[in-house]
């Protein structure tokens, strides 16, 4: 059964750094895309980051963009965001998740088929 679990949330204060990890297993994801996305209370999921299956193509949403980065070690079939800089408006359930979107789709809720359970992201001001 294919799975990914997500690790590396908690609690640090704005400006602090936190690194998340996903790390998946059940099926083959070395030719998924993986992303991350994250959910606020009371507000949509949304895009954060991406990257291809081969790791060469990096996208970000403008608000980690120049923050946040993402990364992928396909031997560990484990993929990584570490977030800098980090503001109160970056709380939130991050989730990974897995899929072969179409470009267009890679930031899309619904281009992705496999979803982590969140892990729990807290700024303080």
């Known amino acids: 059964q294919a799975q990914l679990v997500e690790s590396g949330g908690g609690l640090v204060q704005a400006g602090g750094s936190l690194t998340l990890s996903c790390t998946a297993s059940?099926?083959?994801?070395?030719?998924?895309?993986m992303g991350w996305f994250r959910q606020a209370p009371g507000k949509e999921r949304e895009f954060v980051a991406s990257?291809?299956?081969?790791?060469?193509?990096?996208d970000y949403s403008d608000s980690a963009k120049g923050r946040f980065t993402i990364s992928r070690d396909s031997a560990r079939n484990t993929v990584y965001l570490r977030m800098n800089s980090l503001k109160p408006e970056d709380t939130a359930v991050y989730f990974c998740?897995?899929?072969?979107?179409?470009?267009?789709?890679?930031?899309?809720?619904?281009?992705?088929?496999?979803w982590g359970q969140g892990t729990q992201v807290t700024i303080s001001s």
């Open positions: 059940g099926r083959p994801f070395s030719r998924d895309t």
């Open positions: 990257v291809n299956w081969i790791g060469t193509n990096f």
């Open positions: 998740a897995a899929g072969q979107p179409v470009l267009s789709d890679r930031r899309q809720v619904n281009g992705y088929d496999y």
